[in-house]
Structure formats: structure tokens, C-alpha cells
């Protein structure tokens, strides 16, 4: 049995294929226990600390409601009101915390920044979505699909749109390490990492996962089991809202592309979206999308990040 005890959460590719399958089953076991009304307080007592530098609805509301769920409690952090916001260092406010809470989860703009936290905290940290990741939204969008697929090992999936972001990156780490084939669609200009990207292919080899990076969305969208989009605009990105959708337009997930798509595909979307950009509302509200799933999904899984990280 994979031992994740005081481990930190900042990126998929920290973990190995059996640590991410074992965090599966873990969440699918809590959210049986959930849907059956049987109490599971694994975390009596515990505390966990949750820092946002970003918005939130899902990861703010998933994390508190599950410490609760498991007996715990979470407090919630704005940068704008800790000492944080005001210029103290990540160093001071990881060595702080880490005397009064069990776990710290961050959403923050510089991945370096929740690195650097996780250096100097005592206790685990959680990767709350940086500009670079966004792990724990992979974990839950892999928990959806092996529902709603049966498996993971050979599927494709399909990402089109703003390679260049923390969901686009997650994902590829996610689909290297669990053996699923993807391929990301975007154009000049908004391709992924191309450290991470390379890392990912790496990881491939040995799980039977093929990476595809092109321009061509047609091309990536091909015979895929699951197609993925995010929002062309990422939070920092306001500034440039509208070269973003004239640069992306060609990329949308609609009707007429998703033809190429396996007839039974899956459609997933981590929230928020925004409809005629994007995604088209046919798509994002009709019968192939499994995104309320795929939003409840975050609960269980960071249940079982929480339980196996603490307990
Ligand atoms: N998907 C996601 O992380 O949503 P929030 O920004 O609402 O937390
Ligand atoms: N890529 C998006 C994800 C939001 C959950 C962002 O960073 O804003």
C-alpha cells in the first residue's frame, strides 16, 4: 500500500502511477461511505489552513465541506486580510502555521511561491491551483472519467484550446501517469510547457500513454473518449481578454468538431466556463457533458488527498 503520510500535493508528477490509482480508490470508498450517510471522521480534529490569492467557488467550497465531512475544520485565508498580502514572507507564514494548523492548501498566482511554502511549512501543503497547475481538479476529472469509462489505461482524451495553462499542464501529467493518451490542440503561441510536456512524454514511455501537441484540433480530436476544454482567459490574464479570443476562436468545442469525437465521448470542463467561448452551450449543457460530475468529483477526491496526506 502506496504511504502518502506528510507528503505535500503540488503536481501529479510528483506521484507515482500507484499513488494516483490508490488515491482513486480511496475517494470512490468516501464517496460511498458519503452517499450512504455513514459517518467517516477520519480527520477528528484537524485543521487545515486554505491561503487564496485567487477566486474560487469549487475549491474553496469542496475543501471546507470535506474537512468537515471527515470530522475537521478549515479555515479560510484570504491573502487580502493575512499579514501575507501585506508583504510578510511565504517563509515566516509556512513556519507560523505550521504551529497551530495540520495541512495548508494554496491558490496562488507563481507555482515557485507554493514550492517555496512547501519548503519552509512542517506540515503538508496542498496545491490549490497555481499558473502552472492545478492537480487536484486532475484528480477528480480522472475520477469522473473512470466512472463514467469503466478505465483510464488507453482511453484518449482530447484538450483543445489554451495549451499553455495550469489545467492543459496538469492534465498531460495526469494522462502520462495513469497510461491515457492525449492530445492538446492550440495555437502559435499557446502550447504547453515545454519542460513539462517533455517530462510528460518521458512518463509515457513507460505507461503506454502517446502525447500529442499540434495545432490541428481536428487532428487531436480524433476517435477521443473524453474531450477537454478550459477558458481562454486564466485568472491574471484579464489584460488580454480579447486577443485571446480572436487567437483561440478556431479551437472552440462545438458541435461540428466534436463529429470527430468517438460517438460516446465525455465532456469535461473544470469550471468556471464561459458558453460561446470556449465551449458551445449545446456542447457544455447537452447530453455528453459530464461536468456537474466531474464538479461534485472534487469533494470525494480531495477527501482522499486530505485523508491519506494526514491520517
Ligand atoms: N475548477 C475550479 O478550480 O473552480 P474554482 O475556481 O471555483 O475553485
Ligand atoms: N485555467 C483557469 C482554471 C480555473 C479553475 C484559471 O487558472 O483561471
Redesign the pocket.
Known amino acids: 500500500q502506496p504511504q502518502l503520510k506528510g507528503k505535500d500535493f503540488l503536481s501529479l508528477s510528483d506521484f507515482h502511477t500507484d499513488e494516483i490509482l490508490y488515491l482513486l480508490e480511496e475517494a470512490k470508498e468516501l464517496k460511498s461511505l458519503q452517499k450512504q450517510g455513514k459517518p467517516h471522521p477520519y480527520l477528528s480534529g484537524k485543521v487545515l489552513g486554505m491561503i487564496f490569492e485567487?477566486s474560487s467557488t469549487?475549491?474553496r467550497v469542496s475543501f471546507e465541506v470535506g474537512m468537515l465531512q471527515l470530522g475537521g475544520h478549515a479555515i479560510f485565508l484570504s491573502s487580502r486580510d493575512i499579514q501575507l498580502g501585506r508583504g510578510e514572507s511565504i517563509s515566516d507564514t509556512a513556519k507560523v502555521l505550521s504551529r497551530y494548523i495540520d495541512c495548508m492548501m494554496i491558490r496562488t498566482f507563481s507555482h515557485d511561491s507554493v514550492k517555496e511554502l512547501a519548503e519552509h511549512a512542517t506540515v503538508p501543503v496542498i496545491n490549490g491551483?497555481t499558473?502552472l497547475h492545478?492537480p487536484t481538479?486532475v484528480m477528480a476529472d480522472l475520477l469522473t472519467i473512470q466512472e463514467h469509462k469503466g478505465k483510464l489505461a488507453g482511453l484518449k482524451m482530447c484538450y483543445l484550446g489554451?495549451g499553455n495553462?495550469?489545467?492543459a499542464h496538469s492534465l498531460m501529467e495526469g494522462a502520462a501517469k495513469v497510461g491515457m493518451h492525449i492530445s492538446i490542440a492550440s495555437p502559435p503561441g499557446y502550447l504547453p510547457d515545454g519542460k513539462i510536456t517533455e517530462k510528460a512524454i518521458e512518463t509515457g514511455k513507460l505507461t503506454g500513454s502517446k502525447i500529442l501537441i499540434t495545432h490541428n484540433p481536428v487532428e487531436a480530436i480524433k476517435d477521443a473518449d473524453i474531450v477537454v476544454t478550459?477558458?481562454w482567459t486564466?485568472?491574471?490574464q484579464e489584460a488580454e481578454t480579447e486577443k485571446r479570443l480572436k487567437d483561440l476562436a478556431a479551437y472552440q468545442v462545438n458541435t461540428e468538431l466534436c463529429q470527430h469525437a468517438k460517438q460516446n465521448f465525455i465532456f469535461l470542463h473544470?469550471?468556471?466556463a464561459h458558453r460561446g467561448e470556449e465551449v458551445t452551450a449545446e456542447i457544455i449543457d447537452g447530453p455528453h457533458s459530464v461536468v456537474f460530475d466531474e464538479a461534485e468529483n472534487r469533494l470525494h477526491a480531495q477527501k482522499a488527498i486530505l485523508k491519506l496526506l494526514l491520517e
Open positions: 485567487k469549487r475549491t491551483l499558473d492545478h481538479q489554451d495553462n495550469n489545467m478550459d477558458v486564466s485568472m491574471g473544470c469550471l468556471p
